[in-house]
């Protein structure tokens, strides 16, 4: 209940993981600044208006994200931009030329209402674009399409995907 606007709204949440791997392919060596990731609000187009995007900034969820492959192995995968980690790589933040940094950017909205949810396509898929700002401050985005899962399926990952808010509370 909105005590403000005495109005019941229906609250939801919204978090993203992506998989990714990042190179240095200038000329001199960096690192990475903050990553982000936009996506379309779920509202109708305007012939007028180009769509609305709402962007988030990477967060640092409270555990790695664990996967299970098909032999019932689990492997941890990092998380982008953390120099030290449970798993004991020895990643360095920063990113020399020709090397790169493979890992996981983990996104996570706080409690909204409204349309502040991401647009689907007919595949149950979320066109999204990811901004990788480095310490230059040079920006390089790319787009991408990334898989809606259910809340109990992100958490079979990591059990505290869409709790960060609460773990900070």
């Known amino acids: 209940m909105n005590k403000e606007l005495n109005t019941e709204f229906e609250l939801h949440k919204t ?6 791997s990042i190179a240095n392919i200038g000329n001199k060596p960096t690192s990475i600044d903050k990553i982000f990731l936009g996506y379309e609000k779920n509202k109708a187009k305007s012939f007028w208006k180009k769509p609305e995007m709402e962007w988030l900034a990477q967060w640092h ?4 994200f664990l996967i299970t492959n098909k032999s019932g192995h689990t492997i941890g995968v990092n998380n982008l931009r953390v120099k030290f980690n449970e798993f004991g790589s020895d990643s360095d933040s920063e990113l020399n030329v020709g090397k790169s940094s493979v890992g996981v950017a983990y996104f996570e909205q706080v409690t909204a209402w409204g349309n502040l949810n991401p647009k689907t396509t007919e595949n149950d898929a979320i066109n999204v674009i990811i901004k990788i700002r480095d310490i ?3 920006e390089y985005k790319f787009k991408t399409k990334l898989k809606k899962l259910p809340i109990e399926k992100a958490r079979e990952f990591n059990p505290h995907f869409g709790n960060v808010e609460k773990l900070l509370d």
Do not use: D, L
């Open 136 to 138: 230059y401050k040079k």
């Open 61 to 64: 969820p409270a555990e790695n």
């Open 15 to 20: 978090g993203f993981v992506a998989y990714m």
